[in-house]
């Protein structure tokens, strides 16, 4: 649904449901799949609401859903909060803040804290420096459980979704079992 704001048309609401419907490919997956649900929600340029989820046919319960809510300022900051439902796994509360320091340098925080557990389990803080056709972001992130990441990424602005990055990971837990010491 779009409307006109200032003489210009812009987009309020933007609302898909999909079904995907498989064929052949694997007999045992044979049909209708799950129900996708996405909802873009603008009621002003300042806020933003997206919703997504994903409705599980064959066990009819909701897998995932996931709310997010975004205040703009401008092109100088946002702030945002979000919730995320799995319904296998955690419940969780996420917040993000990202602030354009000056033409060429931006910061971006984001923190995911678990509901059902009280605790925070992932923080990443990124500078990223504007490089005219490139962009660079020195990435700090922290997960529970999976240590400390710390990555150099380098981003084409043409195509943000592919980027190139090289870092190191600090106190991340190997698999199998674990010993204190020397061997035994």
């Not at 007999?27 to 609401?49: A, E, M, S, V």
């Not at 969780?92 to 931006?106: A, E, H």
């Not at 990424?153 to 980027?163: E, W, Y």
Request: net charge positive; no cysteine; aromatic share 16%.
């Amino acid at each position: 649904m779009q409307v006109k704001r200032n003489d210009k048309t812009v987009e309020l609401a933007r609302a898909i449901i999909s079904v995907p419907y498989a064929l052949k490919e694997d007999p045992r997956k044979q049909g209708f799949g799950n129900i996708i649900f996405d909802l873009d929600f603008r009621p002003t340029d300042w806020l933003k609401f997206y919703f997504d989820s994903n409705y599980d046919t064959r066990n009819n319960r909701l897998s995932t859903a996931n709310f997010d809510l975004y205040i703009n300022g401008k092109d100088k900051w946002n702030v945002g909060i979000g919730k995320r439902f799995n319904g296998v796994a955690d419940d969780q509360i996420t917040t993000s803040f990202n602030y354009k320091l000056n033409q060429k340098w931006r910061f971006r925080m984001f923190d995911r804290f678990d509901i059902d557990e009280k605790a925070l389990k992932e923080q990443q803080y990124s500078f990223i420096r504007d490089l005219h056709a490139w962009e660079m972001e020195f990435n700090f992130n922290q997960a529970r459980g999976n240590g400390t990441q710390m990555v150099v990424l380098f981003r084409l602005k043409a195509f943000p979704g592919i980027g190139f990055d090289f870092g190191t990971s600090l106190n991340q837990r190997k698999g199998g079992a674990q010993r204190r010491g020397g061997s035994q």
